[in-house]
């Protein structure tokens, strides 16, 4: 018997409306399957929290959280909050005190009909991009000097540590290799003289000891212009913590939208709890309208289950995903289609249920 202690963080706007469903998608396993069994603890935390109480989280949160296998988040944002400061206090805190270092995004198009590129049926999307997410430009080092006066200089420093960057790179040559997929590594070794050179030397070195990868290594602006142009040329991709952010931003685009999008901030030693999220924010535009789209947070799911050894269910997720998405009707307006969110949430339980 498999059992699962996840701390919810549902969060602002649309995160409590998404993450409702892919709980349910969790109970709905839970009944299905003798063997596994979930329990679930919520924390108010969030913006609204920070309101109140000055703070995102709890001072003594992070202790709270670490005794859960995995913490499972909506979204943190909300107008009147800072972006740094939903995303310093609380997200960014979560990854770097449980050492998630590993940000695992799938870029995969499900449906030749969610690409807005041309030639659909020609493009094969599916990659697994891998970026750092520990240190690198989100490492918040920098300073600000001369504040407000004309010689005002601002600085904000990359750090890639020798340990930080080997091991993303080790790992994502492993995920290669048990995939039997090429790896990509996507830096800017011409332009950034010092830490994108260390990288793509890093990742040669790395590279010896994985005579049987093939590797390819692009630049990337280069790397922008091929995931429009030649996407399916992408297998499994590496890359720093702030180019991953855009590329997977980028990759969001070409395969159906935010709405689909998702992705699991991993400790892969499992000394510390993961945490697995849709990649999309809050969305205070649609929030508390019952039209967000749940299936990013669903996918999240799909990654939480995959980690946790239970990849039978981690892909009958996704194959149920991929089943509704040729059912316009019962999917999200972002999608085309005119259902809320409890009904693409309950329909997918159905579906999950049918199959099993
Ligand atoms: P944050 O600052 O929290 O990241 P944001 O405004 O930058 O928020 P998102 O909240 O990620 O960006 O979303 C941008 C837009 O994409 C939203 O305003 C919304 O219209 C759309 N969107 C995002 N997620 C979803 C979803 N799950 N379903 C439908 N539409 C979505
Ligand atoms: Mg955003």
Known sequence: MKHIKIALIPGDGIGPEVVAEGVNVLKAIEQL????????TEFPWGCEYYLEHGNMMDDDGIDRLREFDAIYLGAVGYPGVPDHISLWDLLLRIRKA?????????VSLLDPSLTPLKSKSEKNIDMLV???????????????????????????TGVFSR????????????????????????SKGNALNYSMVFWDQVFEEVG????????????????????????????????????????????????GGLGL?????????????????????????????????PIAAIWSVSQMLDFFGEEKWGKAVLDTIKSMIGETANLTPDLGGKASTSEVGNRFVEKLTEKD
Request: aromatic share 12%; hydrophobic share 35%.
């Open 261 to 293: 999008a998702t992705g699991a901030n991993i400790n892969p030693e499992k000394t510390y709890p993961s945490m697995f999220e849709p990649v999309h924010g809050s969305a205070p535009d649609i929030a508390g309208k019952g039209v967000a789209n």
């Open 208 to 255: 010896k000891d994985y005579p049987d990868v093939t590797t390819y290594s692009y630049l990337v602006d280069a790397a922008s212009l091929y995931f429009v142009t030649h996407p399916e040329r992408f297998e499994v991709v590496v890359t720093s913590n702030l180019f991953g952010d855009i590329m997977t931003d980028l990759g969001a685009g070409i395969t």
């Open 130 to 156: 891998i970026r750092e997410n520990s240190e690198g430009e989100y490492a918040g080092a920098g300073d600000w000097l001369f504040k407000g006066k004309p010689e005002e200089v601002v600085l904000q």
């Open 163 to 186: 340990k930080g960057t080997e091991r993303i790179i080790r790992y994502a040559y492993e995920e290669a290799r048990r995939s039997n997929r090429t790896l990509t590594s996507i």
């Open 98 to 106: 449980f050492d998630q270092y590993v940000n695992l995004r799938p």
């Open 33 to 40: 399957d003798s063997d596994i069994s979930f329990t679930f």
